[in-house]
């Protein structure tokens, strides 16, 4: 479920003409960029997913890193007036495409401006992007996902490293003082 989200994000991502990079990955790693030309699409690891019980409306929150390089010739306004563009056209795209209609719209959305983001002076946008969907719940096939009987749990075993055979682990209980004597 959340991996085919990604996945569209992802395509839609990476037919922008800016952009040459997309990755999965913690907000820390952000840093680590690559001298490659063009945009990069960074979409955070950890994401807020939730159903309004009320409205019936479930909602998945991505963090999500558009971000340039700066040099002489593209100042960062310039990159992030880019990165704000990029930002925008994915939203839209992923808004109004027919093969994602009634699976993804946009429910709601901030963009915060990111001036001197990396250690190599980037700037770019970051895009909080809340997603409606469908409710995960109604994707689950639970004929698949469970067996008719539970699993028997295994005992604990050992193996001599000696002899390589594999012996039953005796746990010994241990008894502490109750009263600690100075």
Known sequence: MLKDVIEIIKDVSLKHKGVYTFRYQDDM???????????????SDTSMHQLNITTNIFKAEFQIYVIGHTDDEHSILDVQNDCYSIAVDIMAMIDTLEAYKGILSVYDYSILVLSHYSDDDSAGVKLSL????????NWCELDENFDDEPHIEEPDREID????EVEDITINPIKLPRNINC
């Open 130 to 137: 809340v997603l409606q969907m469908p409710s995960p719940l």
């Open 161 to 164: 490293i000696n002899t390589n």
């Open 29 to 43: 790693l952000n840093n680590a960029q690559n001298n490659y030309p063009g945009y990069q699409v960074y979409v």
